[in-house]
């Protein structure tokens, strides 16, 4: 990312919490020099401040991008910080859940370019996805921009409507939450087997890992991968007889758990 217009005219994050550290650690890794970065944030955490990046109030007069990661809650009191960027040159790039794009709109004006954008904490490593849609004032160049910065952290795609971004945010927004769930509750079943704590997480770390990578490198469906490790009458179909009971298995609890989360999504957009 050295040579591109975000380096060249500035990035500012408004709000580095933990996704925005997660984009900006990212971001770095790929070549976005430290010094073109501008974090306003009332408590940069040590990381930040350790990173080379500008934490001292002062802005850019022409960003590229103003990135906003701040709770949706905050939005509406930290957002005038960047009000005098709105219909400019500037493009908005929002990664708050349930925010809508008419919020921005209202806000910053009709002429501002905003691109809703649902990113993931893997984006750190440079495993994120990312969903995102524009509003009318953002161009296929805009989308285009945002895809380039985003893609620099993991996949993009994007959205047909913005109604499918409260679905989106339940499922690979807070996704990796359920996952790290799911790793906590195989390390403490296998615990309860007899295994040590450190071993139990360690097997259930590199399985969860190992199973993903997986999935993603072969592009096989997931029905496939688990049918080949599922042995006629042996341990696992012993094991997926429980987790796969259509009434008290993972299929139901996921279904709800999703449900819950988009419906908090949907709360979100309307609290605003
Ligand atoms: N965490 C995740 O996995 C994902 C989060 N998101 C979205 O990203 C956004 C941030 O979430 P997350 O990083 O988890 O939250 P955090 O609370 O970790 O980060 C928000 C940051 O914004 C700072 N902040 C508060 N008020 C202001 C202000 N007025 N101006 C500038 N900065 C301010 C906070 O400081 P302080 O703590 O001192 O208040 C904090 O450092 C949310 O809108 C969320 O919906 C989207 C996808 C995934
Ligand atoms: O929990 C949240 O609200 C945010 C949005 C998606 C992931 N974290």
Redesign the pocket.
């Known amino acids: 990312m050295q040579d591109t217009e975000i380096a060249r005219r500035g990035l500012v994050l408004?709000?580095?919490?933990?996704?925005?550290s997660a984009m900006l650690e990212g971001w770095l890794a790929r070549g976005l020099p430290a010094t073109s970065v501008t974090v306003?944030?009332?408590?940069p955490s040590d990381w930040v401040r350790s990173q080379n990046v500008r934490i001292d109030g002062e802005m850019p007069a022409d960003p590229a991008i103003a990135l906003l990661?701040?709770?949706?809650q905050?939005m509406r009191?930290?957002l005038p910080?960047l009000a005098t960027l709105g219909g400019g040159s500037t493009l908005f790039v929002s990664?708050?859940?349930g925010i809508p794009l008419s919020t921005y709109t209202d806000l910053l004006g009709s002429k501002t370019p905003v691109v809703r954008a649902?990113?993931?904490?893997p984006a750190a490593i440079g495993r994120g996805i990312s969903a995102l849609i524009g509003n009318a004032a953002a161009t296929e160049t805009h989308l285009e921009q945002t895809e380039m910065l985003l893609s620099a952290v993991g996949e993009t795609v994007r959205l047909d409507s913005e109604d499918q971004m409260d679905a989106v945010t339940a499922t690979s927004?807070s996704g990796?939450a359920y996952v790290f769930h799911m790793i906590e509750a195989l390390a403490a079943a296998a615990e309860a087997e007899g295994l040590s704590r450190d071993l139990a997480l360690t097997l259930a770390r590199a399985t969860v890992a190992g199973a993903g990578a997986l999935a993603q490198e072969t592009g096989t469906h997931p029905s496939e991968l688990r049918e080949n490790v599922t042995s006629p009458n042996g341990t696992t179909a012993a094991g997926l007889s429980v987790l796969m009971d259509a009434d008290t298995g993972l299929a139901p609890l996921m279904r709800a758990t999703v449900a819950a989360a988009a419906d908090r999504s949907r709360e979100l957009g309307r609290d605003d």
């Open positions: 408004l709000g580095c919490g933990k996704m925005g306003l944030d009332p408590e990661a701040v709770k949706p905050m009191d930290a910080t990664v708050a859940a649902m990113p993931n904490t927004g990796p």
